[in-house]
């Protein structure tokens, strides 16, 4: 069974606009990670963020994490065509543990 | 620096046949991970190995298997194929076990149809 879930399960909006997409998940965690998939790909590392910080920001992604709600969104701002693609969080419980995935977002991004 | 190989890419079997699927991790790397993604039943974890030892195994059937050598290249094996193996089987590779060393890299995958 998966522990994250990710919604919206998809998500269309203009270029220039930012996406927010959320991940819930059900237990404590040592870290939460997001992926991205373009279509019939492997999935690309985007940011992880430990159970101990809050924001974490890499260029034009911005996550959050709040452990008291077992949740985390990823902001994408200033969406581009090339941010067309599905996104996945992923949560780590420790390494005795394999990571559980959500089902993922689909973001299409139209011109 | 290689990243993670996968082969062979896209592949055609018959119910009843089995296949074999190869990866080959980051140099480096210790661990590998199998998943299988469907579009209905999204990214479902097969198993894990970490130097050369299953560390985490999936919920699926024995049909599925899998192996990892001392060069930590891993290899899965589906027996009697079933329609519903077809999917896109995804490799990851990392520096440790689980999660816990950081991201995963992926290859980009074994596209399998079951015919």
């Known amino acids: 069974s998966q522990q994250g879930e990710e919604d919206p399960q998809a998500l269309s909006i203009q270029e220039g606009e930012n996406a927010t997409m959320n991940c819930s998940y059900k237990t404590s965690i040592n870290n939460l990670q997001w992926y991205r998939q373009n279509s019939g790909r492997g999935l690309v590392h985007l940011i992880l963020i430990r159970s101990n910080e809050r924001e974490k920001h890499s260029g034009r992604l911005r996550v959050t994490l709040d452990t008291s709600k077992k949740s985390s969104s990823l902001l994408i701002t200033a969406s581009r065509a090339a941010d067309t693609a599905s996104y996945f969080c992923?949560?780590?419980?420790?390494?005795?543990?394999?990571?559980?995935w959500g089902a993922g977002t689909k973001l299409i991004i139209k011109p | 620096k290689a990243g993670v190989t996968q082969t062979p890419r896209y592949l055609i079997k018959t119910r009843g046949q089995q296949v074999t699927l190869s990866c080959s991790p980051i140099?480096?790397?210790?661990?590998v991970s199998w998943y299988q993604q469907t579009p209905g039943q999204g990214l479902q974890f097969l198993f894990e190995?970490?130097?050369?030892?299953?560390?985490n195994k999936g919920n699926f059937p024995g049909r599925f298997s899998g192996r990892q050598f001392s060069n930590s290249r891993s290899e899965m094996n589906v027996s009697t194929l079933e329609l519903g193996d077809s999917a896109l089987y995804l490799c990851?590779?990392?520096?440790?076990?689980?999660?816990?060393?950081?991201?995963?890299?992926f290859g980009e995958g074994s596209r399998l149809t079951v015919l």
């Open positions: 190995y970490f130097s050369e030892t299953q560390r």
């Open positions: 140099s480096g790397h210790r661990s």
């Open positions: 990851a590779s990392s520096l440790g076990p689980g999660g816990n060393t950081g991201e995963l890299f």
């Open positions: 992923a949560t780590d419980r420790g390494s005795n543990y394999q990571l559980i």
